[in-house]
C-alpha cells in the first residue's frame, strides 16, 4: 500500500524559510512525477509545485516562483519543498501527491495518492 508521509511544516516569522520533506512508501518514487499542493483555511486546494519523474523540470505557481524550490532524491524515494522568503499568505497545511503520468500536471485531480499535511503558519 503506497503511503506518502509529509513532514517539515511548522510556525515561522515572515521572511524565514522551511524545508518540508515527504518520503514514500510501499513502491519507489522513480516512476512518479510528484507535486506539492496547499490549502488554506476555507479555500480551495491550489497547486504549488511539480517536479517530473527524473527530476529533469519542475514547475511553480506564480505565487511562489522564485522563493520556492521542488527537489527529489529517488535513491531516499524523498520530495522536498524548500521555502524560501515566506509570506503570511503562505500560510496552509501543505500536501504531497504523486502522479504516473507521462506528463507533469498541475491538475489536483490527475493525482493520485496524497499525504495527509503538514501546517505551514507564517506569522506577520
Known amino acids: 500500500q503506497v503511503q506518502l508521509a509529509e513532514s517539515g511544516g511548522g510556525l515561522v516569522q515572515a521572511g524565514g524559510s522551511l524545508r518540508l520533506s515527504c518520503v514514500a512508501s510501499?513502491?519507489?518514487?522513480?516512476?512518479?512525477?510528484m507535486a506539492w499542493f496547499r490549502q488554506a483555511k476555507g479555500k480551495e486546494r491550489e497547486f504549488a509545485a511539480a517536479?517530473?519523474?527524473?527530476?529533469?523540470?519542475?514547475y511553480y505557481a506564480d505565487s511562489v516562483k522564485g522563493r520556492f524550490t521542488i527537489a527529489r532524491d529517488n535513491a531516499k524515494n524523498t520530495v522536498y519543498l524548500q521555502m524560501n522568503a515566506l509570506k503570511p499568505e503562505d500560510t496552509a497545511v501543505y500536501y504531497c501527491?504523486?502522479?504516473?503520468?507521462?506528463?507533469?500536471?498541475?491538475?489536483?485531480?490527475?493525482?493520485?495518492?496524497w499525504g495527509q499535511g503538514t501546517q505551514v503558519t507564517v506569522s506577520s
Open positions: 501527491a504523486d502522479d504516473p503520468s507521462l506528463y507533469v500536471s498541475l491538475t489536483r485531480s490527475d493525482y493520485n495518492y
Open positions: 517536479i517530473h519523474a527524473t527530476g529533469a523540470s519542475a
Open positions: 510501499g513502491r519507489p518514487l522513480n516512476y512518479y512525477n
